[in-house]
């Protein structure tokens, strides 16, 4: 009898785990081809002799309708519920500290178009839910990240700090939230969790470089999650869900072992190296990517830059560079023979084209690390592509009362040729398009919006071609300015002005370090007539890299001004106390004194009455007293007329002491 | 007078700015001269009553002033009047509005009155308690010592006049007597056309937002906007300062107190000076505009200018050289202080809320001096009379 129920148990146990193996295997076996990881790392050495790093990670999953149920195998499952749970069809979230030099660093290129954010957090994310849920979804979506991130996105949950816009910032019908924190502090603790989302974290592959005191110690230094999903597209191809990480630096080499200086202007570029900017080496890639690269970017003026050194010292022709003598290259030399090498294809700029060194990880171990470093021999001077105008916001104004914002741009010159070649010359109109929020307390007039051209003050008509405004509310919703400026192109610089008051806040409003003043945030200027695309010549391998088709993709130029800093009026904050108690005293005064005054008629009939009834009974206090004593001698004296109020006033007063000694006796019996 | 300020003010105004200019100086003008025309009225009314009680002797005695003259020069030449108009606050046409109710009041012009309610009440709610003292005005008519003195006149002189003359002296004092009884009538009218022009504004406000939301959105933006002291820019009063620092758990309580603290006043003081419809409009006004959100000089203005019609009734005002001095105090140093916390940063926040302050001090014993100074002064008529009829006694 109780054998065979246990062969049948062990039967039924072996069936069971084989099962089990098998759909594991097989969840193992689909997933494992779906699921993608791939690690990146682009370094390209900026003009101010600085380097910049800028990591890429990208994981996708696939639709849920095709993969099994909610199991993931690289893909964070943190993310993955959130996009399911609150229905996000793109999210974007990045935390900055530092702000992106356009001039030095670059404003025409993808890098710096997608990637460079404004100081602090900013989150925007597009829902697929009914447009009456979307402000509810947003704000789960806040408190989400807020929890995930350690930070304190959840400040966007009220309706003063998010706002919707209809076309300025991203092209997007409706469902879109937009949000900043200018002054989220970013530090190790946003890292972390940022990191955790990767599958190999920080201990393996690119993402071990990321040691955190030399990351912090840059100029700048962005995170950014960008999120897509196609779940919920009614139609069209599904992709999943892709989720990419992205973090750029910039570093500054330490440069005291160069010495040498080649000539009295120009200094030879400080030398780098993997290790001696991040402090750490490449050991291997992680073993779950897909690909793991490391790409060195030279941009097109340093190409060209290179080129002329190399006609200079007249040692080959000048598309050298391009065919790959790298060991003949006159400019720098690298430690490690690089892999592979892309050109840029460019149609539009002639002359040269960026190149792109390709490192593959893959061979590298703990045993022979990866340490890229570069070594300058000659001293090279170029410059970035630059947005076709550089702008900038800055306040004008003195007292706590009004100010205003101005916005200027200034025309860099650079583009000229790019212009001409774009568009006919005659009727050449460089387009702008301008976003901008400011909080509630900064409350802007639109009609005083003023446009100057150079220098002179242009009618708003000639230049505004299109203005959609949305006016703050108090305590409400923010103020939102979308604009569409189109300035004639041989612009020299041009201004905007927008006069606004500040306004007076609830003493819980201001934060903390009131004095320091608020913050506006960064306004966004798109020039949509520019895209930024690189497009480098691949051997059309299969395997394409994520971060070069992200590079390939056409966005237009997009740069963020600087954030505000707008002194506000304050109260005295050790005060309440004081203004509450005075205020209401002055007012019970006044309420007092009224009410005396206006019953002062029967203070003077009381005192006509009592003067006649003091000459009628002038002994009555007399009696009184000797009563009070009478009655103390006998209890049960037959009871005169002024007697029945004294005994009613005893009997008042002794049921008012058995009232307080029964509370008491209440009170006792409940406090036990 | 103002008018040389304006013109020197127009000089270098844009005319786009002249439009809205000239309709808020013809405001001031009007008002002024409408309380010229109520203070005559009430003037009249006043010798009338004196003289029914027999105390021409006290009128002439000491010489009744030209009480309308006066408050409507005061009120012209008041600096704050000067200053609301070269500000273009739009409180001219908010005191034109009151001061046309009450003219129609106390002239006894239903539907006049009831369009100067209508809209005072719609610029700025406030005036919504004056229909009391009107009421009283249009029943009782223009202000009269205490309804008992004649009262006691008439019986005395019933009582005087020997019996076959009783019908006579009966009919001799019927006919002044006509106005102290409560007559319905006007007040009936005023009602009905306080109604009409309600529906009215009603009906073209309605009209005017309705694509904006409605009428509910119209009183929640304005009214609520009002009672729910959400602006706290600095203004004269002492409420912006109070709900910027009040703690927010207590902010409805504090709401409720200071709204509370207009209204508590009000039916005392309509049983107290019940028989002063038009000084009760002003007690009125003048705690309205103390205790208000959002006060001006504009409101001090009005209650400045209509002091000046009870200049005979409040002669032996107590503390009156301390308040002239403390207001002019105050108007000096209040945008000092202003300026230092706004503008220079050297102030604090405190300084300027002190001032706030001591404006309200003064405007509550302002209140307090004259209510008792006009109760004390129908005291004295009351004592006089009751000697005369002692000495038609004897």
């Not at chain 2, 002291?229 to 504090?254: H, I, K």
């Amino acid at each position: 009898m109780a054998h065979l129920p246990r062969r049948t148990h062990s039967i039924l146990l072996i069936l069971s785990f084989q099962i089990c193996f098998s759909t594991i295997f097989a969840v193992f076996g689909s997933v494992f081809f779906q699921e993608e990881f791939s690690e990146e790392l682009l370094l390209k050495p900026l003009p101010d002799r600085k380097v910049l790093a800028h990591f890429h990670f990208e994981t996708t999953a696939p639709p849920l309708s095709t993969s099994h149920g909610r199991h993931h195998h690289l893909f964070p499952k943190a993310i993955a519920q959130l996009v399911q749970k609150f229905h996000v069809k793109e999210m974007e979230l990045s935390f900055t500290q530092g702000r992106w030099n356009y001039d030095r660093w670059g404003g025409f290129d993808p890098i710096s178009s997608s990637n460079a954010k404004p100081p602090g957090v900013e989150l925007w994310a597009v829902f697929d839910v009914p447009k009456d849920q979307v402000d509810a979804s947003w704000k789960n979506l806040t408190h989400t990240l807020s929890g995930l991130f350690c930070a304190s996105i959840n400040f966007l949950e009220s309706s003063t700090t998010y706002s919707t816009h209809e076309w300025g910032f991203h092209p997007s019908s409706g469902g879109l939230r937009y949000g900043t924190l200018p002054r989220e502090a970013v530090c190790t603790e946003n890292l972390t969790p940022w990191l955790k989302l990767l599958p190999c974290r920080d201990k393996a592959g690119l993402s071990a470089l990321l040691d955190r005191p030399s990351i912090y110690r840059g100029f700048y230094h962005s995170q950014r999650l960008h999120l897509t999903s196609s779940e919920f597209h009614s139609s069209g191809v599904e992709s999943g869900i892709v989720l990419e990480q992205a973090l750029t630096v910039v570093l500054q080499p330490n440069s005291h072992k160069m010495s040498k200086t080649f000539s009295s202007e120009t200094k030879l570029q400080p030398s780098w190296s993997l290790s001696s900017i991040f402090g750490r080496k490449v050991t291997g890639r992680c073993i779950l990517a897909k690909t793991s690269n490391v790409y060195l970017q030279l941009e097109r003026g340093l190409v060209t830059g290179l080129e002329n050194l190399q006609k200079d010292n007249m040692i080959t022709g000048p598309d050298h560079v391009g065919s790959g003598g790298l060991k003949d290259n006159p400019g720098f030399e690298l430690s490690v023979r690089p892999d592979k090498m892309f050109k840029e294809v460019n149609s539009l700029h002639g002359k040269s084209s960026s190149i792109l060194y390709e490192y593959s990880i893959e061979r590298y171990s703990v045993f022979e690390p990866f340490d890229l470093g570069l070594t300058w021999k000659f001293p090279v001077v170029w410059s970035c592509p630059r947005a076709p105008l550089h702008s900038s916001r800055f306040l004008m104004g003195s007292g706590n009362q009004r100010g205003t914002i101005a916005i200027s741009f200034t025309s860099t010159d650079l583009e000229e040729g790019f212009l001409s070649a774009n568009i006919g010359e005659e009727s050449c109109k460089l387009q702008a398009d301008i976003f901008q929020v400011v909080p509630w307390y900064i409350k802007a007039y639109y009609h005083t919006l003023r446009v100057f051209v150079d220098g002179q003050p242009e009618a708003i008509t000639n230049v505004v071609e299109k203005m959609h405004v949305s006016p703050s509310e108090d305590k409400e919703s923010p103020g939102v300015m979308e604009l569409v400026l189109k300035f004639p192109c041989a612009v020299k610089s041009a201004a905007l002005t927008l006069e606004f008051d500040k306004g007076f806040l609830h003493i819980d409003e201001y934060p903390p370090d009131a004095n320091q003043g608020f913050d506006i945030p960064s306004a966004v200027i798109i020039f949509p007539n520019f895209q930024t695309s690189m497009h480098y010549l691949e051997d059309n391998s299969s395997n394409k890299s994520p971060m070069l088709s992200k590079f390939q993709e056409k966005s237009p130029v997009l740069s963020y001004t600087e954030v505000l800093l707008v002194p506000l009026t304050t109260p005295d904050f050790s005060m309440p106390y004081n203004v509450i108690t005075i205020t209401c005293t002055v007012f019970a005064l006044y309420f007092g004194s009224l009410l005396n005054v206006l019953r002062r008629r029967v203070g003077e009939e009381e005192r006509i009455l009592k003067n006649s009834a003091s000459k009628k009974a002038g002994r009555l206090p007399q009696l009184l007293s000797r009563l009070s004593a009478k009655l103390r001698g006998k209890e049960w004296e037959p009871p005169q007329s002024p007697s029945t109020s004294s005994s009613f006033i005893s009997s008042k007063l002794i049921l008012k002491v058995f009232i307080v000694a029964g509370v008491a006796v209440f009170w006792q019996y409940y406090s036990e | 007078m103002v008018l040389h300020c304006y013109s020197h003010f127009l000089a270098h105004s844009l005319p786009k700015e002249l439009k809205g200019n000239l309709i808020i100086f013809c405001a001031d003008v009007a008002s002024a001269m409408f309380i010229r025309a109520t203070g005559r009225n009430l003037q009249i009314a006043y010798g009338q009553s004196l003289k029914f009680l027999d105390l021409v002797k006290l009128s002439e005695k000491s010489d009744i002033l030209p009480s309308g003259d006066i408050a409507a020069l005061v009120y012209l030449w008041n600096p704050f009047t000067i200053v609301a108009c070269v500000g273009l606050s739009t409180s001219p046409v908010e005191n034109l509005a009151i001061i046309l109710s009450l003219y129609g009041a106390c002239r006894r012009i239903a539907p006049l009155a009831a369009f100067g309610w209508v809209m005072a009440t719609h610029l700025s709610l406030y005036p919504v308690i004056l229909i009391i003292p009107m009421i009283l005005l249009l029943g009782y008519g223009p202000d009269t010592p205490p309804r008992k003195l004649f009262l006691q006149r008439k019986y005395v002189e019933v009582g005087d006049t020997p019996s076959n003359d009783r019908c006579q002296q009966g009919e001799a004092v019927d006919q002044p007597e006509l106005p102290y009884v409560f007559s319905w009538r006007p007040v009936i009218h005023f009602l009905f056309w306080t109604s009409l022009w309600l529906v009215y504004v009603l009906v073209l406000c309605g009209v005017s937002v309705k694509q904006y939301g409605g009428l509910w959105e119209l009183f929640k933006r304005t009214y609520g906007f009002m009672l729910t002291v959400q602006d706290l820019s600095p203004n004269m009063g002492v409420l912006w300062y109070f709900f910027a620092e009040v703690f927010d758990f207590f902010r409805n309580f504090f709401l409720i107190v200071f709204h509370g603290n207009i209204l508590f006043m009000i039916l005392p003081l309509a049983i107290r000076l019940k028989h002063r419809p038009f000084f009760l409009a002003f007690v009125y006004i003048v705690i309205s505009s103390m205790l208000k959100s959002y006060p001006s000089v504009g409101d001090s203005a009005l209650y400045l200018g209509l002091l000046g019609l009870f200049v005979n009734e409040l002669a032996d005002m107590k503390f009156s050289f301390f308040l002239f001095c403390g207001y002019i105090g105050v108007s000096l140093l209040s945008p000092v202080m202003h300026n230092l916390w706004i503008w220079r940063g050297t102030g604090n926040a405190n300084f300027y809320f002190a001032t706030a302050m001591a404006y309200a001090c003064l405007q509550i014993i302002l209140v307090v001096e004259s209510v008792s100074a006009m109760l004390n002064h129908d005291r004295k008529l009351r004592k006089l009379s009751a000697t005369k009829v002692l000495d038609g006694k004897t």
